[in-house]
C-alpha cells in the first residue's frame, strides 16, 4: 500500500508568518490562468476579436474575486450551512479551508458577467475564451487538497495499486471500522488499522487532477484551437468538468457532515448534474444558432 508523505501544510515560516501550500496553489492556478490565455492570442481566430494581455490581466482580477468569494459562499451555503449559521464569524476563518468549485464557478459567472458588460462584450465571448484557461488551475487545486492530506477518497480493497494510506484520516476510519465490521473482517482492515492508524483509501484528489484537471484541459484546449460556434467552447467546458466530477465522486468520501444524498449520490454529484444538462442544453443551442461548426467565437 501507498502510504501519503504527510507533508507539512506550511510551506515557507517567515517569522510570524506562515506560507501555506493551498494558498500557493491558488497562485499557481492564476499564473497557470495567464499563461494559457496569453497562448489563446495567438490564435488568429482569437486575436481578429480584439483580445489583448490587458484584457486577461483585468480578467484575471475579476476572476480571483469570483472565485474566492464564491468558493467560499458556495461552501457555507451547499456543504456547512446549519453550522456558519449558528458560528458567523467562522465565515471568514478562510485559512482553515472550506472551497466549493460549484460556488466558485457561480461566483466567477457572475464575475465575467461584469467584466463583459464594462469591455461592451457578450457573456458568452468572455465565458468561451476562459474556459482553457480554467482546468489546470483546477488540477493546482486538487494537488493543494492532496498536500494537506485532505478530502481524500473512499475506503478501498488493500491490495488495489492505488490505495493509499492517509493519516489524517484515523478518526473516519475508526468510525468507518466500527459502521462496516464485515466488510472490515473481509479485508483484513482491522489488522491494518492496529498496525498502521489508517485505512487503505481512493487517494481521490489525484482522480480529479487528471480528469478534472489535465484531461479536461486537453479536450478543451484542443476543440477551442479551432473556430467554434459562440458558446460550444463554454458548454463543453461544463460537461467535461461535470462528468469528471460526478465520475470522482464515487470514489470520494462524501462529506461526514453530509454523507450520501438521495439515490446515494453525494452532494458534488448533485452539483455536478445541472452543470452536464446545462452544458448539453448550450451545445446544443450553440450549433443550432449557428448553423454551421465553422461560425468564430472567442
Avoid at 506562515?18 to 492564476?30: I, K, N, S, T
Avoid at 460549484?102 to 469591455?119: E, K, N, S
Amino acid at each position: 500500500m501507498l502510504i501519503h508523505p504527510n507533508f507539512d501544510p506550511v510551506a515557507l515560516h517567515l517569522g510570524p508568518l506562515a506560507v501555506r501550500w493551498y494558498g500557493l496553489m491558488y497562485l499557481v492556478a492564476f499564473i497557470c490562468a495567464i499563461v494559457v490565455g496569453r497562448l489563446r492570442l495567438r490564435f488568429p481566430h482569437v486575436a481578429a476579436q480584439g483580445w489583448s494581455a490587458k484584457d486577461i490581466d483585468d480578467m484575471l482580477f475579476y476572476g480571483v474575486l469570483g472565485t474566492i468569494l464564491g468558493g467560499r459562499i458556495g461552501y457555507v451555503l451547499f456543504y456547512k450551512a446549519s453550522y456558519y449559521f449558528a458560528n458567523p464569524l467562522d465565515i471568514f476563518k478562510v485559512w482553515q479551508g472550506g472551497m466549493s468549485f460549484h460556488g466558485g464557478f457561480l461566483g466567477v459567472t457572475l464575475a465575467m458577467i461584469l467584466f463583459a458588460y464594462q469591455r461592451k462584450r457578450t457573456w458568452l465571448q468572455v465565458t468561451d475564451f476562459v474556459a482553457p484557461m480554467v482546468p489546470l488551475g483546477l488540477a493546482a487545486g486538487r494537488l493543494g487538497n492532496f498536500i494537506n492530506g485532505e478530502l481524500w477518497g473512499r475506503v478501498t480493497d488493500p491490495n488495489a495499486p492505488w490505495a493509499m494510506l492517509f493519516p489524517n484520516a484515523i478518526n473516519e476510519d475508526a468510525t468507518w471500522l466500527a459502521g462496516h465490521p464485515r466488510e472490515a473482517a473481509q479485508y483484513g482492515l482491522f489488522d491494518i488499522f492496529q498496525r498502521y492508524h489508517a485505512l487503505p483509501r481512493h487517494p481521490s484528489q489525484l482522480y480529479e487532477i487528471a480528469l478534472e484537471g489535465l484531461l479536461l484541459f486537453v479536450v478543451v484546449w484542443t476543440f477551442a484551437r479551432k473556430p467554434r460556434p459562440l458558446g460550444a467552447a463554454s458548454g463543453l467546458f461544463m460537461i467535461g468538468y461535470g462528468i469528471a466530477r460526478f465520475t470522482v465522486e464515487f470514489a470520494r468520501e462524501p462529506d461526514d457532515y453530509l454523507g450520501l444524498l438521495k439515490f446515494g449520490l453525494s452532494m458534488g454529484q448533485w452539483l455536478s448534474l445541472p452543470m452536464i444538462l446545462v452544458g448539453v442544453g448550450l451545445m446544443a443551442w450553440s450549433y443550432k444558432r449557428a448553423g454551421q461548426p465553422r461560425a468564430v467565437s472567442g
